[in-house]
């Protein structure tokens, strides 16, 4: 009995999250699961079968992830950054660069390495 209403309440925390998700995105092809809190910007297009375990996508450049993609939790995507190479302020510019990120079909992003890699394994 305990089974049956912790999966019926992942099954209705992943229905809000995918919901929330998708109304962020500029566009999707097929399925979303969205499992955890993630955030996505109006520039951002899904493919069919993407699955995320807490994505944060930020910044002003376009981001195109196909299908078959699962990500870890806590990955980030950033698309712009400071000009640091020659700009007008020290250490940084006041300009912005954009940069696209483009995942193409069957793709493993895996945030939590990320953890082990500032933790130094």
């Known amino acids: ?5 912790l999966r019926w309440r992942r099954l209705v925390r992943r229905m809000i999250w995918t ?5 962020q995105c500029e566009s999707h092809r097929g399925k979303v699961f969205v ?16 699955h995320f375990n ?8 376009r981001v195109r992830i196909e299908d078959h993609f699962h990500s870890g939790i806590d ?3 950033v698309t ?3 000009d ?20 193409e079909r069957s793709q493993l ?8 890699l500032k933790q130094g394994m």
């Open 35 to 50: 499992n955890y809190r993630s955030t996505f910007t109006k520039k951002t297009v899904l493919g069919n079968n993407v």
């Open 19 to 23: 919901f929330l998700a998708l109304r």
């Open 109 to 116: 992003l895996v945030g939590i390495l990320q953890r082990y």
């Open 75 to 77: 990955c980030k995507m």
């Open 80 to 82: 712009s950054f400071h």
């Open 54 to 61: 807490g994505m944060r996508i930020a910044g002003n450049g």
């Open 84 to 103: 640091y190479d020659g700009g007008d302020a020290i250490p940084y510019g006041f300009k912005n660069i954009d940069r696209d990120i483009q995942i």
């Open 1 to 5: 009995m305990i089974r049956k209403i």
